[in-house]
């Protein structure tokens, strides 16, 4: 199946909503934080050190106490049978591809819901009016052109400028003016 510029576009808009969903919501965890912030300093200004000390300290030993327990367990554990092996290694490798799937299932999830959040945060920063508009429609401002009658007489002030009021900003040209060209030196 080959790839259209349809295609082409939508994989760009929905990477570039999920980049601004991305960035909403780092903004909006970061506002949490600033506001979280006083207190949880405070909070750590009131901490006894001896306390943190001790329950560092008994962390440590759980996690000794587990890991060490974990270790035994394997170790009793394993089979020197070959065949058992196999099939362990086999059952292991066939999680190993179920918990992948799950994952990328998942990952797919979490784009769609930044792409929908940054289709959102978008239409609140262009404002109300523009989040009527489809995401697909590439919106063009143009300034309005007044447009003023040019006299059919045409008096000696005004022969320019009806004529340049009459044409659109993009329209009118202007010449710079030009430096003279460098002479050439000729050897001989």
Aim: proline letters at 4%; aromatic letters at 2%.
């Amino acid at each position: 199946m080959a790839l259209t510029t349809q295609d082409i576009r939508k994989t760009a808009t929905t990477a570039g909503y999920a980049a601004a969903g991305a960035a909403d919501l780092t903004a909006e965890k970061i506002g949490q934080l600033v506001a979280e912030a006083p207190g949880r300093i405070e909070q750590l200004r009131n901490t006894d050190p001896k306390t943190v000390q001790e329950r560092v300290t008994k962390g440590a030993k759980d996690a000794q106490a587990q890991v060490t327990a974990k270790f035994t367990e394997i170790a009793g554990s394993i089979d020197t049978d070959v065949k058992k092996v196999g099939q362990q290694v086999q059952d292991l490798a066939l999680r190993g591809v179920g918990q992948a799937v799950s994952l990328a299932a998942a990952a797919g999830d979490g784009y769609e819901k930044l792409a929908a959040r940054g289709r959102e945060a978008v239409k609140t920063w262009r404002g109300d009016a523009e989040a009527e508009a489809p995401a697909s429609e590439i919106t063009v401002a143009t300034e309005p052109v007044d447009e003023k009658p040019a006299d059919a007489a045409g008096t000696a002030d005004n022969r320019g400028g009806a004529q340049d009021e009459a044409k659109p900003a993009a329209a009118r040209r202007t010449t710079a003016a030009r430096k003279p060209a460098a002479a050439k030196k000729t050897e001989g």
